[in-house]
């Protein structure tokens, strides 16, 4: 091994510790996950909101503001942002629905929350409509978008390190952070791990009872989000994993959602 590897070695693992150390440690809620996150509540407010303008802005001929749908959207939404809100007391919560064919909803980190209405043809009931809506709130509950960021930052630092520069790189966060914004102007959801899809499922699946809603519903409505044929419902299943092993884990909450279940969420 030469020299210059070597320190090149050294310096990337020193690059790393420092950003690794120099982060805080913070539990995920329900879970209790240990995790570092590379933003402050208060980023993540800013950059939610920031997609969530624009989002609209750009939307703004397609927002459904009134009607059967919207009022449901609305109904549940503010359910979920309840039980969200007892953990994450500081988001700011709200939820548009956007005339859209395409199966999808998303929650922004700091309590954005986008429905789409193609999602409203597979969601068939108010139970069904908060598994969705409560998985998409534990993503933002759980940090995930700040989590990963951490992880590139993780990455990228490591890398230039190696290379010889040991110096911050703000430029690189600006471009990893612009890509939540991205996300959400295109209606998309963040290629989440495997590790925070599962969570948010089990996150979400404690919520939607918190919430009064009947965690099964979780299970019919997974099982037939993966049969449902179409052109639209594939986009939200390439960034969703679905199948028998999904149907499976979320199975083995059930217990522990139906011991949080409240019967009168007031
Ligand atoms: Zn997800």
């Given at each position: 091994?030469?020299?210059?590897?070597?320190?090149g070695?050294?310096?990337?693992?020193?690059?790393?510790?420092?950003?690794?150390?120099?982060?805080?440690?913070?539990?995920?809620?329900?879970?209790?996950?240990?995790?570092?996150?590379?933003m402050?509540?208060?980023?993540?407010?800013?950059l939610?909101?920031?997609?969530?303008?624009?989002?609209?802005?750009?939307?703004?001929?397609?927002?459904?503001?009134?009607?059967?749908?919207?009022?449901?959207?609305?109904?549940?939404a503010?359910?979920?942002?309840?039980?969200?809100?007892?953990?994450?007391?500081?988001?700011d919560?709200?939820?548009?629905?956007?005339?859209?064919?395409?199966?999808?909803?998303?929650?922004?980190?700091?309590?954005?929350?986008?429905?789409?209405t193609?999602?409203?043809?597979?969601?068939?009931?108010?139970?069904?409509?908060?598994?969705?809506?409560?998985h998409?709130?534990?993503?933002?509950?759980?940090?995930?978008?700040?989590?990963?960021?951490?992880?590139?930052?993780l990455?990228?630092?490591?890398?230039?390190?190696?290379?010889?520069a040991?110096?911050?790189?703000?430029?690189?966060y600006?471009?990893?952070?612009?890509?939540?914004?991205?996300?959400?102007?295109?209606?998309?959801?963040?290629?989440?791990?495997?590790?925070?899809?599962?969570?948010?499922?089990?996150?979400g699946?404690i919520?939607?009872?918190?919430a009064?809603?009947?965690?099964?519903?979780?299970?019919?409505?997974?099982?037939r989000?993966s049969?449902?044929?179409?052109?639209?419902?594939?986009?939200?299943?390439?960034?969703?994993?679905?199948?028998?092993?999904?149907?499976?884990?979320i199975?083995?909450?059930?217990?522990?959602a139906?011991?949080?279940?409240?019967?009168?969420?007031?």
């Amino acid at each position: 091994m030469g020299r210059r590897i070597i320190i090149g070695i050294v310096l990337a693992v020193i690059a790393v510790s420092y950003t690794y150390f120099s982060s805080e440690e913070q539990d995920v809620p329900v879970t209790g996950r240990q995790q570092r996150v590379a933003m402050s509540d208060e980023q993540q407010q800013q950059l939610g909101l920031q997609a969530y303008d624009q989002t609209l802005a750009e939307e703004q001929e397609n927002v459904v503001s009134s009607g059967a749908q919207h009022d449901q959207v609305q109904r549940v939404a503010k359910r979920i942002a309840k039980v969200g809100g007892e953990d994450k007391p500081e988001f700011d919560w709200d939820v548009t629905l956007l005339q859209r064919d395409e199966a999808n909803a998303f929650c922004l980190p700091g309590g954005k929350i986008v429905v789409f209405t193609g999602l409203l043809d597979v969601a068939k009931t108010d139970d069904e409509l908060a598994t969705v809506m409560a998985h998409e709130v534990a993503h933002a509950v759980a940090e995930h978008g700040a989590e990963r960021i951490f992880r590139e930052q993780l990455t990228s630092r490591a890398v230039t390190a190696a290379s010889g520069a040991f110096a911050d790189d703000p430029q690189r966060y600006v471009q990893v952070a612009s890509l939540l914004g991205a996300g959400a102007q295109f209606g998309l959801s963040l290629p989440w791990s495997r590790a925070q899809e599962s969570e948010s499922d089990h996150i979400g699946l404690i919520y939607m009872a918190r919430a009064g809603y009947k965690p099964e519903a979780a299970i019919t409505f997974w099982t037939r989000m993966s049969k449902a044929g179409g052109g639209s419902v594939p986009e939200y299943l390439a960034t969703h994993p679905s199948g028998a092993t999904r149907i499976k884990q979320i199975q083995g909450w059930i217990p522990e959602a139906k011991r949080e279940a409240r019967e009168d969420p007031a």
